[in-house]
């Protein structure tokens, strides 16, 4: 399968705590992208890491990838309500051309 | 840049009747995807483009489905006749070459079909 299949299926934490999502994957990839999205919206894709790359960061978000393990992380700092949504990594492989989705990781943060 | 438009946001429809979604991507990109997203099947890739042209539509259900690009700048999705299962969130994304990024979806069409 092309998809990325996220860790675990649902999270609930509390405001201010640390939420780490994972992500799997099946072969070599050419990027790996995160995306959230908030109930009743399009997805917004919130960062890509290359598959040279090991560890990336925006804002609150830090990203590790591991080609070995064919794995990534998504990790959010200091977590607010406001980040309640479903993440979603998408791997970029090599050919096709196409992101695949998985069922992603619902985050629930509560105040 | 206004974005990914969509139109319309949502469609409530009789069973049988054609039903036409409309996207316009972002001004510059050169790749179009269409998704439909339900509870139970998640978020499927239906087809995607490449400067106007079809690359893959090997997400498209049936032959009821289909979609065309006639310019870099709109792109419609049709469902003719409708179903009660077609009943899903349909997204629209544009991007440039993966690569270099990643995409940018549109807010959905809800269709209902009753």
């Known amino acids: 399968s092309q998809q990325g299949e996220e860790d675990p299926q649902a999270l609930s934490i509390q405001e201010g705590e640390n939420a780490t999502m994972n992500c799997s994957y099946k072969?070599?990839?050419?990027?790996l992208q995160w995306y959230r999205q908030n109930s009743g919206r399009g997805l917004v894709h919130l960062i890509l890491?290359?598959?040279?790359?090991r560890e990336k960061h925006s804002g609150r978000l830090r990203v590790t990838l591991d080609t070995s393990k064919k794995s990534s992380s998504l990790l959010i700092t200091a977590s607010r309500a406001a980040d309640t949504a479903s993440y979603f990594c998408a791997p970029f492989y090599n050919q096709g051309g196409k992101l695949i989705f998985g069922q992603g990781t619902e985050l629930s943060v509560k105040p | 840049d206004a974005g990914v438009i969509q139109s319309p946001r949502h469609e409530v429809t009789e069973m049988g009747q054609e039903v036409t979604l409309r996207c316009k991507p972002i001004?510059?990109?050169?790749?179009l995807f269409w998704y439909r997203q339900t509870m139970m099947r998640g978020l499927e890739l239906l087809i995607y483009f490449n400067n106007n042209v079809p690359i893959d539509d090997s997400g498209m259900p049936e032959d009821r489905f289909s979609a065309k690009m006639p310019n870099a700048s709109f792109s419609t999705l049709k469902i003719q006749p409708s179903e009660p299962r077609d009943s899903a969130v349909y997204f629209c994304?544009?991007?440039?070459?993966?690569?270099?990024?990643?995409?940018?979806f549109g807010s959905g069409t809800r269709l209902t079909v009753v």
């Open positions: 001004s510059g990109h050169d790749y």
């Open positions: 994304a544009s991007s440039l070459p993966r690569t270099y990024g990643g995409y940018t």
């Open positions: 072969t070599s990839i050419n990027n």
């Open positions: 890491i290359r598959s040279n790359e």
